[in-house]
């Protein structure tokens, strides 16, 4: 939208000085037959016959006093029949003469970049560099000399006030476009993601440039993996941006789907998208305290907080885990590997009991059986005894117990051990406790519970 805009404007300007069908003044034709020539030529509106007759003119007058006129109307003859290697070319010698000239300016920042191949993947030759080169410098140039453009005196004839003042912000808005796409065209990628970037804080509405802005960064994760909560943020603005300047709903869809796939996989989750297309659709750049944690951070939390429960309270910190390891996909398979059997707790774990409340017991006295609340209210640990243990004990003592895990059940949850009366502390039953081994299932070595993959 923007390109046609300033095409629109600028084929007005390209065209202002055949509107009136007279030559400037302040010169001379060296013979009638030469003013004939242009007369013709500028009556001429077929671009092909118009062409032979400028060659004609250049041939037969080649030191003509209205050169300057002629390279103009051989620019507009150039861009009328879409030859734009020519028309560049002319445009060059332009700017020679006149480095203001808007419709030589226009010419080459607007159509500059369709000599380049657009295969991002082909060797540029050093004709397409240097190509890039005049696009860049030409671009450049517009944005540092907007005021000499586009200076009142410059306005061409049938242009209003209105129209010529907003010619320059249009003008410069494109140029620096341009400027990267230049960048894109000559594989530099930091330059790139510099000037894109610029492109999008000068003109928010320019989607288009959100989008290549993101590709740039999404390019540089391996490199830079911190680049892409940006990269996502302005895929999400190209996906959900619909006002002036949006890319159209097809490709808008497709982005989303994109973005949607590209954002699960970095986060491991969709938790916090739709949170980002809000704040993509009303704003073309991220907050300066913007981020998405990548899986490898959340991960990286994650261990961190683990070594911190672990060592403020480990045993807590390990039951938590085995319950979350015993409750998930994997229960069965992680059962079967690292607890059925095994002597818990083991000292490598910085704890040799767990320690929980009683919540009862079975027979009430003299029992065999103890519920226990290890973490928490709820009951969740069943301590089988090879003997009973004497006397009986009120609800809510603490308890202290090591022995192997023979069982366990997800829902409700509940972990069975095979523990020694000997190894049970803090029972306050009256009566001798049965020495250990005296009945009691021999423990089992067993490694130390992984943690949940």
Partial sequence: MLKKTLISMIAVVALAFT?????????????????????????????????????????????????????????????????????????????????????????????GLTLVPADPKATLTPANKAD?????????????????????????????????????????????FTVARAMVAEKDVPKAESELANTVKMDPTNAQASYMLAGN?????????????????EYARAATYDGPGALDANTRKQIDAFLTKAYTAYHG???????LKAAAKTSAMPAGDFSIKSTVDIAKEAEEKRQKALKENPMVAFWNETKENLTGEKSAELWESNYKDAALPAAALGFTKFKGKLVSADP???????????????????????????GKMDPGGEISFSGSLKEYSKDPYMLTFEVEAADVEGWTGKGPVPARGTGGAAKKAAPAPAKKQ
Avoid: C
């Fill in 217 to 233: 960064l999404l390019g540089q994760q391996k490199e830079h993996p911190d680049k892409m909560p940006a990269a996502m943020f």
């Fill in 269 to 275: 989750s969709a938790q916090g998208l739709d949170q």
């Fill in 364 to 390: 009430e006295t003299k029992p065999k059986t103890l519920t226990i609340a290890l973490v928490g209210e709820a009951a969740d640990v069943k301590v089988v005894l090879a003997e009973p243990l004497p």
């Fill in 19 to 111: 509107a009136s069908g007279q030559a400037p003044a302040q010169k001379n034709w060296k013979d009638r037959a030469e003013y004939d020539l242009y007369d013709a030529i500028t009556k001429d509106t077929a671009p092909a016959s118009r062409l032979a007759n400028l060659d004609k003119w250049k041939a037969g007058y080649a030191q003509s006093e209205y050169g300057d006129v002629r390279l103009k109307i051989y620019l507009v003859t150039y861009q009328q029949m879409n030859n734009h290697r020519a028309a560049i070319d002319t445009a060059t010698e332009i700017l020679k003469a006149d480095p203001n000239d808007l419709t030589a300016i226009n010419e080459i920042v607007g159509f």
């Fill in 132 to 176: 890039l080169d005049l696009v860049d410098k030409t671009a450049h140039y517009v944005l540092e000399n907007g005021d000499k453009i586009f200076a009142a005196d410059k306005k061409p004839q049938g242009t209003t006030d209105e129209q010529w003042a907003a010619a320059k912000p249009t003008m410069q808005k494109f140029s620096q």
